[in-house]
């Protein structure tokens, strides 16, 4: 199975209905990307598949075959931050920081298909996304600030 | 020397020692406090240096030995040592793991974890060295959490000044010039002419002088770091997906593990059949554990889906199978038998409250159930065991339980067993068990030169969680012209402390604060105030779940209390503080009454309610404003205050504070673990959700620093959020919510 994961073309030999979750952290070690629940309840192991925000943990293996796959260190590295990142760096959101991988990368997604999203806008988007340590005031203040980081550019 | 540092040298003294190219400083922890002078009284062993500050040709490595769980520990530890040491921030690295074997030894160790054990040979100690475990236990209870700061906040400072005037004379000693007339600045020594040595280039020779003493530390208002927000020195590598956790850590050549156990905890394993997951695709291995049985596999996945894919046969709970059962124990236990403590007994309680007119007397009871830690992390550990030595990377907050219960498990010294703290994705208390490195251990023992990485499925973490306890009081008071005039308030739970130190092969003697806390120790002047702790039968296997005691007890007293000021017919806010006598907790309650605008009044459909809590000496006073929606109620606002002495970082305070109130909040709405035939019945986020951002209200927050004592906030937000919610709904609703999850009771958008 050939799998394009931040770019990079790999090819893997796993089941199906192996969780893309799993084909990412134990196989090609992708450990940026979280394990949480494993039943799309908490959004820690979100990613993009072809832009769009997906629990990696309901993603068979077999249905990312051909799509571009984006972890958080695809979204940006802490040499060349995606604008999500930066908020999120001003912001200071991180607790534990565990579930922030997921966060950012649903954000990231609201970000690309709202550009600037009301505040109900970010709640709907990102409730999906648990955070044990409740840093969701951090995550809208940080949300906005993205949006306005991207309206610059 | 002013009072700080005098404290300080009571307690510990700097001191130095020679590392590879450099120099580390530490304090020497001793263990005879009369003793004097103080380090001629160290035995060989009894001593050891804790390094703090490390200095070689490659650089400053600031050492954070309390483990961070995500509160930040880790950036404020540093902060406070930098400040005196005069380096910057973006100068140093922050290390908090393992001290280097060139100045470790086991003695060191003993800090991390204060305790006598109770093994036989030092039995002798007896009550008083028990209790004084049980109070350190209880203090540490959040390594990292609400003791890192004080603990560490004249610790960590004298170690910084004691290093930066001991380089002065290393510099003194090779200019020939006068340390007196030097200055430090960004990790350099200037000389009176204003040539600049840096510390790097110091350090070998700072090794061979004395180290400094008598040094007082500097006065908050020259502060250039501590009280200022800082860039904690994790947000990038946790803003970018690159900081690693413990699930993140997988040596070479390791194994992927997972467990299945008794989901009536503690039970046991009576028969089980692996064949079907033995031929699954990736299984190497299926083996015994205690209480249940381990599959080894090359992918995590496939460890998962081989566990359930094994019958087993599991045998009885060693607790009531049932809910009523646990509850009807503690409804039992409210009689002079089972009295554990009654610390707080003002006045005459039993004239006051029990011979009254019956339309004064106001009587409740109150439920809280158990409740999983859940960090967002599942429980993980990597252990690798061969002839000779141990190593186990786990993000634990025990390391030295871990170590020797591994020894005790593997029969390797305890000196080669080498325990590797990770950072950890959230903990609540739950890294303070360990049983996955105990588990890790029995699957590596079988598996001797591979390293095995333990992961629990979310099911497996969150069913096999020793819970918070569960908790009942009973509350009967009177009011007389409008007044408060008696409190009488009963609180029964098992003894967390028991159940918990239990585990570690402790017992615990004499009462159980705990039972009490964030309720016998609030300072109101009631003039007939009476609180009694229960101590009902062992339950369930429980432990310290964030702010432990106070988390049940500081809803059951201040709702009550709540009850009792309104069936006097008070405002709740002046009537708290007109009981209040204590300055700073006054002072905490008016900042909420101004933040909240308290004078005003909510429009129709809202209310508004107060509470406040002191717990692990931090006094905190929370406003909470909802509105009745069709829907269900909704959580508007919240505005919190909090005396701890000293902000050390007022952003991390901020997202601190913020994040422990929604904690709070969504446990007290929509979490439970209910037992049914002795099994967990919540066992993924579905069932235990907790709040989400759309019904996460705006907080607001306030640190106040009328104190003279410094307090870490890793708890005490926790206590006051619920009863201020209940308060609040009461406020809006007429309805009176005496039990946790309020939603047994009351919808919520
Ligand atoms: S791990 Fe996928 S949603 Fe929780
Ligand atoms: S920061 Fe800890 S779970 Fe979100």
């Keep these: 199975m050939k799998l394009t994961v931040d770019g990079t073309a ?4 796993v089941e199906e209905d192996m969780p893309l979750l799993w084909v990412l952290r134990d196989e090609l070690g992708y450990k940026g990307v979280k394990y949480g629940c494993g039943v799309a309840q908490c959004g820690a192991c979100t990613v993009h598949l072809n832009g769009a925000a997906v629990r990696s943990c309901q993603t068979w293996a077999a249905d990312a075959e051909g799509a571009e796959i984006t972890t958080i260190q695809g979204l940006g590295t802490p040499d060349a931050l995606h604008a999500v990142q930066e908020a999120w760096i001003t ?63 | 020397m002013g009072r700080v540092g ?57 050492i954070t030995p309390r483990a961070d769980s995500g509160q930040g520990a880790y950036s404020v530890q540093a902060m406070m040592i930098a400040e005196e040491l005069d380096v910057d921030m973006d100068q140093v690295r922050v290390d908090p793991g393992v001290p280097s074997p060139a100045y470790y030894n086991t003695a060191l160790a003993a800090e991390s974890a204060p305790f006598r054990p109770t093994d036989r040979s030092t039995m002798a100690n007896t009550t008083r060295g028990v209790m004084d475990a049980v109070m350190k236990f209880t203090g540490m209870q959040m390594t990292g959490g609400s003791t890192t700061v004080p603990d560490g906040y004249e610790k960590l400072r004298m170690a910084g000044a004691v290093a930066r005037e001991t380089l002065k004379v290393a510099a003194g000693r090779r200019t020939g010039q006068d340390p007196k007339k030097m200055t430090t600045e960004r990790g350099h020594v200037i000389l009176p002419d204003g040539t600049r040595i840096a510390y790097t280039d110091l350090a070998a020779e700072a090794a061979q002088v004395e180290p400094v003493d008598h040094l007082a530390l500097r006065h908050p208002s020259r502060w250039r770091i501590m009280g200022k927000p800082m860039l904690r020195h994790d947000i990038v590598a946790k803003s970018t997906g690159t900081q690693a956790y413990g699930i993140d850590f997988e040596p070479e050549g ?69 809910m009523d059962a646990h509850w009807q124990a503690l409804s039992d236990s409210f009689n002079d038998d ?71 498990l593997t029969g390797i010294n305890v000196d ?36 095995v990485k333990l992961t629990y499925r979310r099911e497996e973490d969150m069913t096999h969680d020793h819970p918070r306890q ?32 239990g585990r570690q092969g402790w017992t615990v003697p004499g009462p159980d604060l705990q039972i009490v806390a964030g309720a016998w120790e609030q300072p109101l002047a009631i003039p007939n105030y009476r609180v009694s702790g229960y101590r009902a039968p062992e339950l369930a296997p429980i432990s310290s779940w964030r702010s432990v005691g106070a988390s049940t007890n500081g809803f059951f007293h201040d709702v009550f209390l709540d009850e009792l000021i309104h069936a006097a017919g008070a405002d709740p806010l002046e009537e708290r503080l007109r009981l209040m006598w204590h300055d700073p907790s006054r002072k905490v309650l008016e900042a909420v009454a101004e933040m909240s605008n308290w004078a005003t009044l ?53 997202n601190l504070v913020q994040g422990g109130v929604i904690f709070a909040l969504g446990h007290a709405i929509n979490c439970e673990i209910t037992y049914a035939d002795g099994m967990a019945e919540q066992d993924n986020f579905y069932a235990f959700e907790g709040l989400r951002m759309r019904q996460a209200p705006k907080i607001e927050v306030r640190g106040l620093e009328n104190d003279i004592h410094v307090r870490g906030m890793g708890e005490p937000m926790v206590p006051p959020a619920a009863a201020a919610l209940s308060n609040a709904i009461f406020a809006a609703t007429g309805q009176r919510i005496r039990e946790m999850p309020m939603n047994r009771h009351i919808d919520f958008v």
């Excluded at chain 1, 790999?10 to 030999?13: F, L, S």
């Design chain 2, 602 to 654: 909510p429009g129709a459909g809202r209310g508004r309610g107060v509470a406040f809590c002191t717990s692990f000496g931090v006094p905190v006073a929370e406003v909470i404003d909802v509105t009745a929606t069709p829907e269900g109620i909704r959580i508007d606002n919240v505005w919190v205050a909090a005396e701890v002495g000293r902000v050390i970082d007022p952003v991390n305070f901020e």
């Design chain 2, 338 to 408: 089972q009295l554990d403590s009654r610390k707080r007994d003002d006045g005459d309680v039993a004239a006051a409250a029990y011979d009254a007119e019956d339309a004064d007397i106001v009587e409740a009871e109150y439920r809280a159930p158990y409740l999983a830690h859940a960090p967002l992390e599942p429980s993980n550990a990597t252990v690798l065991v061969t002839d000779t030595r141990v190593d186990v990377w786990s993000g634990t907050q025990v390391p030295r339980f871990v170590q020797a219960n591994i020894a005790r």
């Design chain 1, 91 to 153: 912001h200071q959101v991180a607790q534990c920081g565990y579930c922030q991988a997921g966060q950012m990368m649903q954000a990231a997604a609201l970000l690309a298909e709202t550009p600037a999203p009301s505040d109900a806008d970010i709640d709907d988007a990102m409730s999906g996304n648990l955070c044990r340590c409740g840093t969701y005031p951090r995550i809208r203040a940080a949300v906005k600030t993205a949006a306005a980081l991207l309206s610059e550019v």
């Design chain 2, 254 to 322: 390791a194994v992927h593990a997972t467990v299945r156990t008794n989901p009536r905890k503690g039970g046991a394993m009576l028969a089980y059949d692996a064949s079907a997951a033995e031929t699954m695709r990736g299984v190497q291995k299926v083996v015994p554990v205690t209480g249940g049985v381990a599959v080894v596999a090359d992918n995590t996945w496939r460890a998962f889906a081989a566990a359930q894919a094994i019958d087993i046969e599991w045998g009885d709970a060693p607790y009531p199978p049932q």
């Design chain 2, 6 to 62: 005098t404290i300080a040298r009571r307690s510990f003294l700097v001191g130095s020692v020679a590392i590879v190219s450099g120099v580390a400083f530490g304090y020497y922890m001793y263990r005879k406090p009369s003793a004097n002078p103080l380090l001629d009284d160290l035995q060989e062993g009894e001593a050891a240096l804790t390094p703090y500050v490390k200095i070689d040709a490659s650089g400053i490595t600031l």
């Design chain 2, 416 to 451: 080669d067993v080498h325990v590797h703290v990770q950072m950890m994705g959230g903990s609540f208390g739950q890294r303070l068990e360990d049983d996955v490195e105990r588990q890790a251990t029995e699957i590596a023992m079988q598996m001797k030169g591979t390293p």
């Design chain 1, 10 to 13: 790999h090819e893997v030999d």
């Design chain 2, 470 to 501: 569960i908790a009942m009081a009973r509350g009967r008071g009177v009011v007389r012209d409008g007044q408060v005039h008696a409190f009488d308030l009963g609180i029964a739970m098992p003894s967390v402390m028991s159940s918990q130190m």
